[in-house]
């Protein structure tokens, strides 16, 4: 039995049970339903996880002992997914995914990309394994001395590809990342998001398996992230091709990662599909990094201070997810009751399985209405919660 | 003019020193780029989380390169002559004057290529790594080329250190223009012959230095 083969029946596991809350949530249309899932089922292609994390371990010896980088970490990634690696610096992310295309090797324990034993391999092995993995990075490491089309030419030329077949890919890929018109620069005539353009370019000019994004965004600018983000999400759809890539952002992971794994330590903390983590995260960290998106700090100030203002009311932070964040909960809520809805601050974001938001509103009005209009609330498919001082 | 203000020069033995100064200059230049680069490749890559890291190869290296950049090259010169005269059979004229011009600048150029070499981005290799490519690829395609610009203008200085070489050579009979400096001019007292071999040595670095400034600009993308 192939390693993989128990996580990926629990995953089916998963995803069956998840369908049946989703047909019970949405009633939906039994057609409609199944193409649907048909679609969510086939785009996740491979039955093996194209990467197998088993056990690894790797201790940097420093001067003040030996560290440990990553702690024992079983982990595998489906063809076409797009896996999103969460911590802060320090978490041991960056060596984790590193070992992924042999720039470390792991102390313990063994790697398997693509079929190929990354954690054992040396020499040509491991370099042609490496023609088959695309990786980007955070300072996008270009050739200055090269210009854009001879950087993305950089990989076919180490992988031995003729002339003519060389340019002809280069300029595929140059239409693929939308650098129309800048073959010819050098990465210095470029901004930032270009340049990125540019390694995503690069980073698949060997039709690679896995592409690995070490922190490809944390030096661009909002807008621009954006637009990458978009990019690799467009790659991912097109080409099918998985996507392994670490953070410290949640928003990255909230705009394009299926599953998420948040890491401290060395060590894989919280692991699961995004929306899932959203919806509950267990560990406190995972808790912080679930507020970078969804609760701005100025939020905090304004209940604060309505709760001041109006200490007779009840504020209650409902929280969305999938589905029900289309539902029309605060309509219910006004009709069925005679309470006053003050809605104080909102957010709803997109997540690859769907939206999950959160809604602070204040409920005035007569108390015994008031605590009827939020027993309703909770009847719902919405999780709510009131907010007391602190 | 020349009557008037360098009475004493001899116009073809200045031209003919020029081209000793020239040859002693331009061989020694290229045959001390090509032990410099590989001196300091193997400096840059044996050192420490480099791709070759060796702790033994590294430090016999520069410990090799650092008594050889110590010696005073006039010094140097002298303890050369059995050498000289064993590999060009000859302790006179302009051949004989290149093993110690060469000795004398490649470990200075090695140590210039080292810190060019260490000057770029770790992670264009890594990139380069990442990407599948050999050590010999790295060296081809990305070490050479992303630190071309501080080669040159190390080569630049090389090469002017060498014209200054070569004139201290000229002294113990390499010929060239220092030869013709101390030979006709100062030991004959004929001082416009050391001013006029002074002004030919100043345009030649003067030339050097405008090639090499030119190229770095024109290799220099960043």
Redesign the interface.
Known sequence: MKPGNRLFKKRCQITRSSMLREMRERNFERKAFLSLWADRLFSWKGSDPVIFIEQAKKVFQTKNGPVKAVDNINLSVQEGEIFGMIGYSGAGKSTLIRMLNGLETPTEGSVTVAGRKISTIKGTELRKARQEIGMIFQHFNLLWSRTVRENIAFPLEIAGVAKAERDKRVAELIELVGLEGRGDSYPSQLSGGQKQRVGIARALANNPKVLLCDEATSALDPQTTDSILDLLVDINERLGLTIVLITHEMHVIRKICHRVAVMENGQIVELGPVLDVFRRPEQPITKRFVQQVTEPEESKETIQHLLTEHPDGKIVKLTFVGVSAEQPVVTELIRSFQVGVNILQGKISQTQNGAYGTLFVQITGDPAEVARAVAFLDAQQVDSEVITYE | MSEQWFPNVDWEKMWEATYETLYMTGISVVITFIIGMLLGLLLFLTSKGQLWQNRAVYSVTAIIVNVFRSIPFIILIVLLIPFTKTIMGTIIGENAALPALIIGAAPFYARMVEIALREI?K??V?????????TW?IIR??LI??S?PALVSGLTVTAIALVGYTAMAGVIGAGGLGNLAFLDGFQRSRNDVTVMATIVILIIVFIIQFIGDTAVRK?D??
């Open positions: 981005d992670g264009v890594e990139a380069a790594r990442a990407m599948g490519a050999s690829t395609k990305v080329p992303e071309m290799l993308k960043r």
